[in-house]
Structures are given as C-alpha cells and as structure tokens.
C-alpha cells in the first residue's frame, strides 16, 4: 500500500492524517490497518516503538468508534505513564475531526481530575493497568460498551509485573463485542500464555524491528535523578 488513499476512510479521518503529514503509511500500517479496518477480529502485531504501531491501532479504533456515544468504547493499556501520554496525545489528534475524546488515566496522579475526565464522556481510554483497576473498582470506569481492547508493549506491561492486573481489565470486559488487539516488540513464552488464552484466532502481522520510520535519529541515554533530568537534558 503507498499511500492512505488506498485505504476506505473517513473524510475526517484523511484530514487528520494529512495534518499529522503523514503521506505514505509505514510497514506495519499498510498491513495492520486493511484487516483492523475490515475485519471484526483478534489481533497480534509484532512491532516495537518507532514503527508507527499507534496509528496502525489508533486509525482503526477511531473509525470503530461512534463519537455521539458518550462512553468508553476504546480501551487502550500501556506500560507507563510516558507512553500512555504520548498514545493519548496521538489518538487525541487522529480523532480530533471525528469529535472522539481520548483520556489518559495512569497512577501518581489525582483521582478528581480523571473521574472528572471519565464522567465527561470520552470514548477512549489510555491507562497503565493499575491506576485503571482502580477505577473500575471504585466504579468510575464502565467497561460494558468497549468494542476494542488494545494491549499496547505488551512484553513491557508483562516484565513490569502487570500480568494479573491486565487479566483483570480483560476479564472485565465483554469478549462478545469486545476484540482484542495485542502490539508487542517481542513474544516473550509469557506473552504466548496471555495471547494463548485471550486471543480467538487472530490475525497476525510482524514487522522487522530495522523497518522504523526514522534511521536518521541517534539514540543515547545518561542515567540520572529524575530531578536533575532538565539540567542534563540541557547540558
Ligand atoms: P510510533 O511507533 O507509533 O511510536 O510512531 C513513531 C512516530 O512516527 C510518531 O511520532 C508518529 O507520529 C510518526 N508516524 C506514524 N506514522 C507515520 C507515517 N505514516 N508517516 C510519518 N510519520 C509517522
């Protein structure tokens, strides 16, 4: 597939991709988004950070999606805060013409606001699996019309200790209309028992990890007090 045009969007969908600037999809989105956008299924995508798997998950979540509907229809579970953030601000300008709302919702933080966020009506939720549970407990998340279920670092949320906590999201959900749609850098055994169990015959897609949207950027890190990080980042 060259370019999204190829694909049958929305026209508000087109518009917001054309804003993003994104022209020609990347690997994983030319062979994820024609079954995710035609095809009511399970799903296994291998493919790390850097691929563009967010779109891949993120265009067909919205186009699922019935914006006049005030409830959590998308459930979006991440390893951390930083990466719940950044798929929310994604989704966020994926659905911005289509009027869907995407809510973060992740642990360290206040319950007023997300409880707030949560009674608002937003369509979508991104969260780190604890800081949900909570709020399905406390009964502040309704998981009863959610029609796409995405693990998102699948392998991340599993090396982080996370594995009950997002048994317990899935097992909270309605598998009838609820399809689940698992991204993972690596099938790690641990990763096989949770698809294993949950998946209904999925369909798979599998990037190689060198087929990344950018090779031009140089990556490094220095290990530091996370208040000390700006002036580092700086120097
Ligand atoms: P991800 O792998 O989802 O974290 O995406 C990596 C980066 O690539 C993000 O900054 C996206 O906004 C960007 N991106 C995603 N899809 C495309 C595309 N088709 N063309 C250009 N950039 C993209």
Not at 7 to 32: D, N, V, W
Not at 103 to 130: D, F, N
């Amino acid at each position: 597939m060259e370019t999204f045009n190829e694909l049958e969007l929305s026209p508000e969908m087109h518009r917001a991709i054309t804003e993003l600037g994104y022209t020609k999809p990347s690997q994983i989105q030319s062979e994820a988004l024609p079954i995710l956008l035609n095809e009511d299924t399970d799903f296994l995508g291998l493919a790390a950070t850097g691929t563009g798997k967010t779109a891949a998950f993120g265009i067909p979540l919205l186009e699922k999606i019935h914006g006049h509907k005030k409830v959590v229809q998308g459930l979006i579970m991440c390893p951390t805060r930083e990466l719940a953030l950044q798929v929310c601000g994604q989704i966020n300008l994926l659905g911005k013409y289509k009027g869907i709302k995407a809510l973060p919702i992740y642990g360290g933080a206040g319950y007023e606001e997300q409880i707030r966020g949560l009674k608002s009506g937003s369509q979508v939720v991104v969260g780190t699996p604890g800081r949900l549970i909570d709020h399905l407990e406390k009964g502040t998340l309704k998981l009863k019309d959610v029609t796409t279920i995405i693990l998102d670092e699948a392998d991340e949320m599993i090396s982080m200790g996370f594995k009950e906590d997002l048994e317990t999201l899935l097992e909270a959900t309605n598998r009838e209309i609820g399809k689940i749609w698992l991204f993972s850098a690596t099938m790690s055994p641990e990763v096989h028992r949770v698809a294993d169990k949950y998946l209904v015959d999925p369909k798979q897609v599998k990037v190689n990890k060198k087929e990344m949207l950018s090779t031009t950027v140089e990556q490094i890190f220095f290990p530091t007090r996370e208040s000390d990080k700006p002036e580092i980042l700086c120097k």
